[in-house]
């Protein structure tokens, strides 16, 4: 009886959930959802996870739980959700030796191949003896012994011949030294050996079996997909790609990428760890070894790994997969917070006892989820009436920004900029998040112009818009504090200062960055830190 009426409870949760069985699996866009007991993983222990990251130091975007292929738990911090991309920087990477991987199991290439024989036109005046040993695996591995480590190449230089002109000092394979222009080499020889992008080729091979759509991968100026980061994804795309592997590379029962490349790309391949790092071994999730262009960790996990945080940890030994979005601090806390808690709750392979009570607990807890933004004071003043609606004309600046424009009504900000006669806005929450499609990929400083980039579409796109969330307060009587997130460009934030006076009639407003902006998404430019100064005269 006890068992009829646990499992009554467990179908009550569903249906007020609105959980659906997903039994055609792999045969939609979506992963299969499943409920963590049924999937032998504790509710409680997935809320003490969210839990910790409320009182921890780590800011994380997005979360999505896997276990026996099934989503049993996901959430995204608002402004962030489910249909946005996020930045992965070098979680790239691994799609980078993916599409090596592909090469060479269709006979494009071998990895014992020497680097300079893929690029006759790039070679400099003179190649050094240990660039002439240099192979595609010790790319794959970050042993190609330069050190320190090639720099990006500037947009008017070759990177091909600039990277080779970097004579390593090491054999190459035989020291580890973290190198992201191997990884721009990389993807290089697949565009060399395949005639197309990377990203190109690896999109009806990878992406289009995944239902990966509205994916876009930042070039360099030579058309050349950086590989080393610039890729844009969901998060639930990332956990489709970390389930590929988990299943050998096979999905819906077509081979995809070859089991043995799988297995080979994800098994330990050369010591990693930094002789300088205070932190134990046995506490290190770097110091675990390296693989094809992803890390080893501990309990026994193999990651793909993004600067801030941006993780999938596959643990094979318990079928299980986490995703990871983030703008961590710390990103061993945050990885601590995985092998803290979700690990361990993680009882079992089979179905464990239902408990109702925690899985509905871990259902608000996950609809709840927010980054409140960082403003307090008062929620209006005097100045609103004066100033709304009106244009403040700028003087001369650095951010090339002719006049702006403030308007408020039913607790919402828009505010607006004129530069070269073409005027952007955003709308920002009183706050809360207000979040709209906008032509600014920044709070001031002037747009980057459309990068060059791969794009998930069979036509141009001559300008892309930017998803922004924007949350505004007065922190005193006269100065009006906006803060953005660029939630698809960037990791952090961006807030403003405007302040504002009146005397004989007029009102003036300066305007000046608060905080610094937060990253871009390639190589960028900071903001000017001159504030603008603008005056609105007779406002009676």
């Keep these: ?312 940890i596959l643990f094979p030994d318990k079928d299980a997969i986490v995703v990871l979005t983030a703008n961590a601090k710390n990103t061993q806390e945050e990885l601590n917070l995985v092998h803290n808690y979700l690990i361990p709750a993680i009882k079992s392979n089979k179905a464990i006892q239902s408990d109702p009570v925690s899985y509905s607990n871990l259902q608000k807890k996950q609809s709840g989820l927010s980054l409140k933004p960082q403003l307090s004071g008062r929620s209006e003043s005097g100045f609103e009436k004066k100033i709304s609606g009106k244009e403040f004309m700028i003087g001369d600046n650095d951010y090339q920004i002719q006049s702006v424009y403030f308007g408020f009504s039913d607790n919402e900000c828009s505010f607006a900029m004129k530069r070269n006669n073409q005027i952007s806005m955003i709308k920002a929450g009183q706050g809360s998040w207000k979040t709209v499609n906008s032509k600014l990929n920044s709070l001031l400083a002037p747009p980057r112009g459309s990068p060059s980039k791969s794009v998930d579409a069979s036509y141009s796109v001559p300008l892309v818009s930017v998803k922004v969330a924007s949350a505004y307060s007065w922190t005193d009587s006269g100065t009006l504090e906006i803060t953005a997130r660029f939630v698809e460009e960037s990791l952090g934030s961006q807030t403003i200062e405007c302040r504002f006076s009146e005397m004989n009639g007029s009102v003036t407003v300066t305007i000046g960055p608060k905080s610094a902006p937060a990253l871009m998404r390639s190589p960028g430019r900071m903001q000017p830190v001159t504030p603008l100064r603008g005056v609105l005269v007779n406002i009676e």
Excluded at 56 to 74: C, D, N, P, T, Y
Excluded at 251 to 272: D, G, R
């Design 1 to 312: 009886m006890k068992s009829l009426l646990s499992g009554l409870k467990v179908i009550l949760i569903l249906i007020w959930s609105g959980y659906t069985f997903n039994t055609t699996a792999q045969n939609t866009d979506k992963l299969p959802r499943s409920i963590p007991e049924i999937e032998g993983v504790a509710s409680f222990g997935i809320i003490d996870f969210l839990n910790a990251i409320d009182t921890g130091r780590q800011e994380i975007h997005s979360f999505m739980f896997l276990r026996h292929g099934k989503v049993i738990a996901e959430g995204w911090w608002d402004p962030y959700g489910p249909d946005y991309k996020h930045l992965l920087y070098s979680a790239s990477k691994t799609f980078t030796a993916t599409g090596i991987g592909l090469a060479v199991s269709e006979n494009r290439l071998k990895l014992s191949d020497k680097v300079i024989s893929f690029f006759p036109y790039s070679l400099p005046d003179t190649v050094g003896e240990q660039m002439k040993e240099l192979t595609v695996e010790n790319l794959l591995t970050m042993s190609v012994g330069q050190d320190p480590p090639a720099m990006l190449a500037g947009n008017d230089e070759d990177w091909i011949t600039a990277f080779l002109k970097d004579e390593p000092v090491h054999k190459p394979g035989t020291v580890f030294k973290y190198n992201n222009m191997a990884t721009f080499m990389l993807s290089a020889i697949v565009q060399q050996v395949t005639g197309q992008t990377l990203f190109d080729y690896m999109k009806p091979r990878i992406f289009t079996p995944l239902s990966i759509r509205g994916m876009d991968w930042d070039k360099n100026s030579q058309g050349i997909n950086l590989g080393l980061m610039g890729l844009r994804l969901r998060t639930e795309d990332l956990a489709k790609f970390g389930q590929l592997l988990m299943q050998s590379g096979k999905w819906n029962n077509k081979q995809l990428i070859p089991a043995e490349w799988v297995k080979e790309a994800t098994s330990f391949k050369i010591e990693s760890r930094d002789p300088s790092t205070k932190t134990p071994k046995d506490k290190d999730d770097w110091a675990q070894g390296y693989c094809y262009q992803m890390w080893r960790g501990r309990n026994n996990s193999v990651r793909l790994d993004g600067m801030a945080g941006q993780f999938v």
